[in-house]
């Protein structure tokens, strides 16, 4: 990336390797990268994060460890991993509580730290983590930002019970489709909203016990009718917007609404009065901490769940893989391959 703006920023370009500077730190030769909605943000300048130019982009990847500094013991070079994005200063309030994903000067892959778009990343070797069994690396590049994501906003942060009715407004991006995966196992109720018929059947078939086209029908409506009148315990808004006060207008008193982001405008107008009368609690989150990447490295061994992948783009292809995910065409991840 050679500056902030559209995907004309991104260039496929010969670069020098990472080297090792730290005794704790490793480089991955990576087999996949996958995309997130923050490359998109991070590549426009929206998140207000400055990055030294040229910047390689990516979050989330997975590859083989082919060099490690003199202190790393949990990886061999030959060990494939896959990563964990974030990591902290050590010495902040958040980082010497195990919180480091909240650390005051926190680095992430693609943003502080140079990113997964390459053949070779560096990082520290505590964010390095064997990969789900049975998964590819297309797979294990695919799932690391949105279910860290979606494991603390549903399970820690708005612990949805089995049983519980959750509402994913926007079922076709990365972190929709891959919550839709989880409240299922969990045992959830899934309503899912769409604008395209196509994607709502996608969605049913991966198990949402109901999809609402909201080009057609006013989804407010929709899940009162689906819900006697009661409203949903859970709601998944990434997107902001206008829809924000709808979906707090979904919501059963004493819900729950988690966000990880507003793709369609983060100044929503509010509704502090439902709000303050049903009891409402609105959780913000963005990634998760070790412990919980842990949590959810078992579950995925255990439950068998792979991330949708929707298509595999070249890495040299990268500024069209973006732009496809700009277009919200895609039903699940977008996925980067990274040749030899
Ligand atoms: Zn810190």
Redesign the pocket.
Known sequence: MHGYGGAEQLFYESCEPPKITEPDEVIVKLKAAGLNHIDIWNRMGATGIVMAMPHILGADGAGVVVETGAKVENVKVGDAVCLYPPT?????D??RSER?FM???LRVLGERLEGTYAQYVKLPTQNCFPIPAGYSYHEAAAFPLVFITLWRMLITNAALEPGETMLIIGIGGGVASAALQLAKQIGARVIVTSGSDDKLERAKNLGADHGVNHFRENFVTAVQTLTDNRGVDVVLDSVGGDVWRQSLASLARGGRLVTCGATAGGQPQDDIAAIVAKQLKIYGSTLGSRREFFQLISFLNATKIKPIIDSVFPLSDAANAQRYVEAAKQFGKVVLDIPD
């Open positions: 902290g200063c050590g010495q902040c958040y980082c480091d650390c005051i000067r």
